[in-house]
């Protein structure tokens, strides 16, 4: 007997409350549901329902594995829309929050792409440096950037993001170039706000340890765009990711130093709520995210990292 119709009719008995409705829902004698039903207990050894002459109930085991049964009948039928060309499309609306600074440059990009493949979805763009509550304010997904902090939230890695110690080559030439990390308390150093960083400090390696330091600075702020224009300027060494500074490393406008002492790369994430039926419209944005950062020449085209 089909396996798949043994779950999809045991899910059916849960939901309609008796093997009658179930028959009639699928146009079948209810001897016909009786008989999968008692297949389905007799394969897994298990009992599932509570039969009386009024009422089914699920057992304890039942209902556990109703959430299962529930949650793969859902995923086949995903998985069969997304390769049917006349599946069901992705409908309604998706709201995104991401970075300020990332958001502008590799997020809010690539949200017309995903548009006209998907026409009938529709999507709002927050960008803030804030950590937003996605449940409590409603947001389907954020793009995060960096460690993620213990929560009840699901995270899906995008891609690596790696962190870079950069300054100008007047600034290097005029205060020296650092050659260990323990070197930029001598240094002038360009800080997020400690309100505004969620972070540990600018991560390094130092002897095969991670080491984290939060450099003193004269100048800090919340907004990461600023400080790497005050590095541009001339006015200390910052702490930015990769995304941010390639592209002026490249024309030689910033150097990086303390390359042998670089920490590993953390993630891009995107990051949502548990659920159990993920909506297509979400899984699908985050399968462009995930397939746009894995293309190696997406992160050298100029048109992506322009602020």
Known sequence: MDRLKQIETFVAVATKGSLTAAAQAEGVAPAI?????????????????????????????GSAFLEDCQRLIADFNNAEASVSAGGVKASGHLRVTAPAGFGRRHVAPLVPGFLDQHPDVSLSLNLSDRVVDLVNEGFDCAVRVGDLPDSSLVSVRLADNRRLCVATPAYLQRASTPRHPSELTRHACL???????????????????????????????SDGQVLHEWCLQGLGLAWRSTWEVEHDIAAGRLVSVLDEFAAPPNGIYAVFAQRKHLPLRLRLWIDFLKQAYADPGYWQRGQALRA
């Open 33 to 61: 549901i009786g008989r999968r039903m008692d297949a389905l207990e007799a394969r897994l050894g298990v009992k599932l329902l509570l039969r009386t002459t009024r009422r089914i109930s699920l057992t304890h085991e």
């Open 191 to 221: 800080t997020l706000s400690s309100d505004a960083s969620q972070t540990r400090g600018w991560a390094f390696v130092v002897e095969g340890t991670p080491t984290y330091l939060r450099p003193g600075a004269r100048l800090d702020c």
